[in-house]
């Protein structure tokens, strides 16, 4: 009874804490601690992000792709600290965009959430279409027939929304069924591949035998997609804040601890993959995604249909949780008539307390996405470059406006080294932005190009008065 009334003065807290922020209560406050952290952690998913893009580390380094992993994990460390300062002092739902307005202005706020709106898209299209390719691939449909495919992602994102026209309470229960899947998932796999899968010694993974020398630090740079992708979500925990019950506290620490045990799981499954991997040109070829062959091949077909089962659910719930964070961050932009048609945008039903329009029209985006854009590394790139993007534009202006976290702190705050970790991450994410679309690295520069041509006509025609009277 005592926990269920410190509860209520907390969500009560929270509300008022809101308020002073700007903004009404209109969402759902449910989400405890470990849900925060779990709807982070099941974005991030090492069984979707590194499932689905193994193949083409694979293909760039082979087992060497494991360092990458490494690279990334140890400077998102660093980035999910500086956005876990930001968030604590603003927690809002809308993430980079309400961050980067407040510590700025309005306009370049917008700026960074469009970015933001498209890398979450992106990333949603992406782990929806893989999840769909795995799926197909489970049933032994041609995953190289697209119909099938595309059938296979719209039945997947029905069920995503209806989950979350629902209501949060459901996708709250989904993202802590996830947490589950996703630990006894990989320790399972981990232990049967280094248990009755095992081929090579450990130094494979030191050894390079397969890229020429003088490609090794381009290919290397390339391959960092595979990692960077993966470990690129952890910010979904604050787009969910308004739901969250001492959001401040909760969500920075929940962003931070899903980064690291998704680096320790990680790690053990790229390596029990590596170890188990069979004959390079064989894997790269077959007509299965790299990583269930090397799975199958190394288990048997019975041992891998019942492991499938454990990552095919693992990416079902990660696309879930992907599909609820875009919403949330659509909602935010609508609430602020950022967006044409805002007012229908940003509707919550009484009945469900959740943007229900929001959910149809991030539906409809995503399966566009994937009929335009079928090539799994390729939506990739395009999240990839979005969120990192976003979040180079929100730490630019944090290290600018530095005095402003500094007389704001919240409950999350990095001290005397908060600058300097600030602008460690800020040159990080503009690193892996700017490897998205240069030559020869990057493969999407022209695309995005088009994409922020659109947004900046739409800035000039539309936007720039309405956000002048926001200023």
Excluded at 16 to 29: F, N, P
Excluded at 352 to 374: E, G, M, N
Aim: hydrophobic share 55%; proline share 3%.
């Amino acid at each position: 009874m005592d926990f269920d009334i410190n509860v209520e003065k907390q969500i009560k807290k929270d509300i008022q804490d809101l308020r002073k922020l700007g903004y009404a209560q209109e969402l759902y406050r449910v989400i405890g601690g470990f849900s925060n952290f779990a709807i982070t952690f099941s974005v991030i998913s090492v069984l979707s992000g590194l499932m689905f893009l193994y193949g083409y580390g694979l293909e760039l380094l082979g087992p060497l792709n494991i360092w990458t992993w490494w690279v990334v994990g140890f400077f998102q460390l660093l980035l999910a600290l500086s956005l876990g300062e930001i968030v604590s002092i603003y927690p809002l739902a809308g993430g980079v965009y309400q961050w980067t307005s407040r510590l700025s202005n309005p306009h370049i706020g917008w700026f960074c959430g469009c970015f933001s709106l498209l890398g979450w898209l992106a990333c949603t299209a992406a782990i929806q279409y893989g999840n769909a390719l795995f799926i197909s691939t489970y049933f032994g449909f041609d995953i190289n027939n697209t119909n099938i495919v595309i059938l296979v992602t719209t039945l997947i994102v029905i069920a995503h929304s209806l989950i979350n026209i629902f209501g949060i309470r459901i996708v709250a229960w989904f993202n802590d069924f996830s947490v589950n899947i996703h630990i006894i998932g990989v320790i399972m796999l981990v232990s049967l591949m280094l248990i009755f899968g095992q081929k090579h010694p450990l130094s494979i993974i030191t050894i390079n035998d397969y890229i020429p020398k003088d490609t090794l630090v381009l290919n290397f740079t390339m391959a960092l997609l595979m990692s960077a992708w993966t470990l690129t979500a952890f910010d979904a925990a604050a787009n969910v804040s308004e739901e969250s019950i001492n959001p401040s506290k909760v969500v920075p620490w929940g962003m931070l601890f899903a980064v690291l045990s998704s680096i320790v799981l990680g790690s053990l499954l790229l390596l029990s993959l590596n170890l188990a991997l069979p004959d390079l040109s064989i894997t790269l070829s077959s007509n299965m995604p790299p990583a269930l062959f090397v799975v199958n091949n190394a288990l048997g077909p019975t041992v891998y249909k019942f492991v499938a089962i454990f990552i095919i659910l693992a990416q079902f719930t990660a696309g879930l949780s992907s599909q609820t964070v875009l919403i949330r961050i659509l909602y935010s932009f609508s609430r602020d008539d950022c967006i044409p048609l805002s007012r229908i945008w940003k509707y919550v039903s009484t009945r469900y307390d959740t943007p229900v329009y929001s959910v149809l029209l991030v539906s409809a985006a995503t399966l566009i996405l994937c009929l335009f854009t079928s090539f799994l590394p390729t939506i990739a790139s395009l999240s990839t470059l979005g969120i990192y993007l976003s979040h180079a534009i929100v730490l630019m202006v944090a290290v600018f406006n530095y005095n402003k976290i500094m007389s704001n702190r919240g409950r999350f705050h990095l001290g005397k080294y908060g600058k300097t970790i600030h602008i460690i991450s800020f040159i990080w994410a503009l690193f892996i932005s700017a490897i998205m679309v240069i030559p020869p690295i990057g493969n999407i520069g022209k695309v995005f190009l088009v994409i922020a041509i659109l947004i900046l006509v739409f800035y000039y025609k539309i936007m720039r008065k309405k956000l002048k009277s926001y200023s």
